[in-house]
């Protein structure tokens, strides 16, 4: 093979490989809002952190830079205050009176590591219920995540 045509493959591979690194952490994960699934905390953490490593869209939005974010309150859409199932789980119902709310400090850096940008922010979406929403299903987060990912579109340069 060509030396040059190697060289040029190996460089193509490399920049075509290149991928979004979004790391999270929370601080003074008490003092959350409503940061829980049936109920339980740690278990919210853990698959929040799942869910956002598989959001493609936002991963598209970062490039190939670093996104560090730093979750101050999370508030889940809809409220858990209704009595419980007959599991004893605890039921999330999502209206429009208990919008998504998300504060959080964040750190973008380039590939090489950077700062290109960093700030804090807090967003929530009055209006997330509103209109059709595909492939919501009965993911958990669906509503925060399309939040961050809002903010992502409207705040990190490109």
Known sequence: ??????TLLVLFATFSTAQAEITA?????????DFSLSG??????SQFLRELK????????????KLELTFTDIDMAGDTKIPRARTGLDLRVVKGVFPPRLSFTYVLRDARGKK???????????????????????RS??????????????????
Do not use: C
């Open 1 to 6: 093979m060509n030396p040059t045509l190697f």
């Open 25 to 33: 952490k929370y601080q003074n994960v008490d003092s959350f809002r």
């Open 40 to 45: 339980n905390q740690s278990s919210a953490q």
């Open 54 to 65: 598989r959001q493609s869209r936002l991963h598209s939005l970062v490039g190939d830079r």
């Open 116 to 138: 290109i940008k960093s700030g804090s922010a807090k967003i929530s979406d009055l209006a997330f219920d509103r209109g059709i929403r595909r492939g919501s299903g009965n």
């Open 141 to 158: 987060f669906y509503y925060e995540l399309a939040l961050l990912e809002a903010w992502a579109r409207e705040t990190l340069p490109t």
